[in-house]
């Protein structure tokens, strides 16, 4: 049963059974391009779709420090590094997908690009100003405390940075059937309308700068059946209880009772 936020995503052996679905798939570990991992590493709706949107938006230079909070096993923070050229620092809860995300990012022979570390949304493990650009995909669910997630963005991004949240918004009122991809029981899932972000977003000293609502390409993501099935899933990742999670989202997206939204914000 799950007893906390990072219970719900924690196993043992993640690059492991990384390595050995793309093996069997007749990929060269010694040689393997970071688009290999797609299939796992983007643990957003969209995937890599959502996290090229991502890129495009944000207007992301070689000199800038990236802030990715929540990364995960660090796809998006791999990808962001590869488009951009800047350093992306990711920091997550969860400490077996911290050392997943370093141990990738050597096999792809990133590491000089990205670095990660164990940290928390609302306790975010660097000073103030530091960051030109913060992401968050996909973490919001978990967090009860959206003023505080929201301070901690604002204080570690520099003044006139760029913060970009894309997380599954609550529309509707209806009840969500669990497990969920970010939580298996109700009492770790926070998933709160958009006016409660930007509430939190401006009392920090963010001002909004755009919204967009991906329920269309959620709805087409999450109902659309692959050819042949990829080298690589998000079962890797999260085990085979993981088509339970996909198909309960489905259902609330289908029925707009969530949807995944991105927010970009402007730091004061
Ligand atoms: C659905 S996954 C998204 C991962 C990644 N952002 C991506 O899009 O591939 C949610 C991630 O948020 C992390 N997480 C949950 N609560 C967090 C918190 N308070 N601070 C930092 N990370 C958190 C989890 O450990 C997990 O890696």
Same mark, same amino acid.
């Given at each position: 049963m799950q007893d906390s936020v990072e219970s719900h995503y924690r196993s043992s052996g993640i690059v492991n059974r990384i390595q050995k679905a793309l093996a069997k798939a007749g990929h060269d570990l010694k040689n393997?391009?970071?688009?290999?991992?797609a299939g796992a590493d983007e643990? #957003? =709706? $969209?995937g890599r779709k959502a996290t090229s949107l991502i890129a495009d938006e944000l207007d992301i230079h070689a000199t800038d420090c990236v802030l990715d909070v929540g990364c995960g096993i660090g796809g998006a923070s791999r990808f962001l590094a590869r488009k951009t050229g800047a350093h992306v620092t990711g920091i997550d809860l969860t400490p077996e997908f911290v050392d997943a995300a370093i141990q990738l990012s050597k096999l792809v022979g990133m590491e000089d690009g990205v670095n990660f570390q164990q940290g928390s949304a609302t306790g975010i493990p660097f000073e103030k100003n530091v960051f030109d650009v913060v992401t968050m995909l #996909? =973490? $919001?669910?978990?967090?009860?405390d959206k003023l505080l997630m929201m301070s901690e963005l604002e204080r570690v991004c520099k003044p006139a940075g760029t913060i970009m949240i894309y997380d599954i918004i609550r529309k509707g009122t209806d009840a969500l059937k669990y497990p969920m991809p970010w939580a298996t029981i109700e009492k770790f899932s926070f998933p709160d309308p958009a006016a409660k972000y930007i509430e939190a977003a401006k009392a920090s000293g963010l001002v909004l700068l755009k919204q967009v609502d991906h329920g269309k390409l959620a709805k087409k993501f999450l109902t659309s059946v692959p050819d042949e099935l990829p080298a690589l899933t998000l079962g890797h990742l999260m085990g085979p209880n993981f088509m339970a999670m996909r198909d309960n989202l489905a259902l609330a997206v289908r029925d707009d009772v969530v949807s995944p939204v991105m927010m970009t914000f402007r730091a004061g």
């Open positions: 393997l391009d970071p688009d290999a991992l643990f #957003h =709706v $969209g #996909h =973490v $919001g669910m978990n967090v009860e």
